[in-house]
């Protein structure tokens, strides 16, 4: 764990939204590994090294809000792109398009802010010019400068994550003291093994949630 780092992040909306329920959308009471792993990916990724989340902290009170969004009812088919790639033809789809558009509910986190502890690994892809050291500079750098690959976001794109390198201690959770039982959450995507989603059965103790290694046996598929 000497390679480590404790990233605090934070956001006026937040929708970790629950597999089941993905049409009209609900949230996950708090950020799921998974969508912490996309924040770090968001910052500093590379084919060399794999992201773990050790440990989400909770600093606010979970707060839900109720709003209704237009969304996109359809995606382009797999084939146009490549028709029009090959064939040279114009390629459009209208997103404003009222037919193409549809109003659903959702149930939001709102005002949340999170501490992500976290290590890396190197892969089978690591090159002799990589190592701990070089990613751990590449991505304390980057964090500190607030640079990113892309937008991080929490949850959803439209939800951006403001972020920064925490160096000192772990501000204190507003559930120190509690034990909260958060059902089975989403842990990550097994991508060695045709992107088959793993779940656990989440436990907030003193606001922290521990995530469980994928092999674990408490990690269901």
Avoid at 64 to 73: C, G, L, Q
Avoid at 85 to 90: E, I, P, Q, T
Avoid at 112 to 127: M, P, Q, R, S, W
Wanted: proline share 7%; hydrophobic share 35%; charged share 30%.
């Amino acid at each position: 764990m000497g390679y480590g780092v404790k990233l605090r992040v934070w956001g006026n909306y937040a929708c970790f939204t629950r597999p089941e329920m993905k049409v009209e959308r609900v949230s996950y009471d708090v950020m799921t590994p998974s969508a912490a792993r996309g924040i770090l990916e968001a910052i500093h990724w590379k084919p060399a090294i794999r992201w773990v989340v050790d440990r989400i902290h909770v600093l606010q009170p979970i707060k839900f809000d109720n709003v209704r969004r237009n969304e996109i009812s359809s995606k382009i088919p797999k084939p146009n792109p490549t028709t029009a790639m090959r064939d040279g033809k114009r390629l459009y789809f209208l997103v404003d398009d009222g037919d193409n558009r549809q109003q659903r509910a959702s149930t939001l986190l709102r005002d949340v802010e999170y501490v992500i502890e976290a290590h890396f690994e190197l892969t089978d892809k690591a090159g002799f010019d990589d190592n701990e050291g070089k990613h751990l500079d590449i991505f304390n750098r980057r964090a500190a400068r607030g640079q990113f690959f892309h937008q991080p976001c929490l949850g959803c794109r439209e939800f951006p994550a403001y972020f920064e390198l925490l160096e000192g201690d772990i501000p204190a959770s507003p559930y120190v003291g509690q034990s909260k039982e958060l059902g089975y959450m989403l842990l990550d995507m097994d991508f060695d093994n045709d992107m088959t989603p793993l779940f656990f059965r989440a436990t907030m103790e003193d606001g922290i949630i521990h995530a469980p290694s994928p092999l674990s046996p408490e990690v269901r598929t």
